[in-house]
């Protein structure tokens, strides 16, 4: 059985870091798909990033340059390091695998099997 837990979210101002961790239990990091989502209050879930195999990463345009997705070296889970935060950025972020995708969208939310409870962000002055 595969389980997801995230930790590491918080309050930060703006211009601020967080590092958010997964730990996946049941599940290879380096033979599969694991992403990042957010859900903000009234909008929809979108894809922030996803790491294949453990190294292969794909971002959403908006992200890129901020935040970097990276495996843990125990390959048990993921690391989102997210840097220079802004008041937008306030969100749930969950964190999903998948052993393979059904669309070619690795940020495709439908994608994904497992999923974890997430941990708010909150970024604000």
């Known amino acids: 059985q595969v389980q997801l837990t995230e930790s590491g979210g918080g309050s930060v101002q703006p211009g601020g870091s967080l590092r958010l961790s997964c730990t996946a239990s049941?599940?290879?990091?380096?033979?599969?798909?694991m992403a990042w989502f957010r859900q903000a209050p009234g909008k929809e879930r979108e894809g922030v990033a996803a790491?294949?195999?453990?190294?292969?990463?794909y971002y959403a345009d908006s992200m890129k340059g901020r935040f970097a997705i990276s495996r843990d070296n125990a390959e048990s889970g993921l690391y989102f390091q997210m840097n220079s935060l802004k008041p937008e950025d306030t969100a749930m972020y969950y964190c999903?695998?998948?052993?393979?995708?059904?669309?070619?969208?690795?940020?495709?939310?439908?994608?994904?099997?497992?999923w974890g409870q997430g941990t708010q962000v909150t970024v604000s002055s």
């Open positions: 999903a695998a998948t052993a393979t995708l059904r669309t070619p969208r690795p940020l495709d939310g439908d994608n994904y099997n497992y």
């Open positions: 049941g599940f290879t990091v380096s033979r599969g798909y």
């Open positions: 790491i294949y195999g453990g190294r292969l990463a």
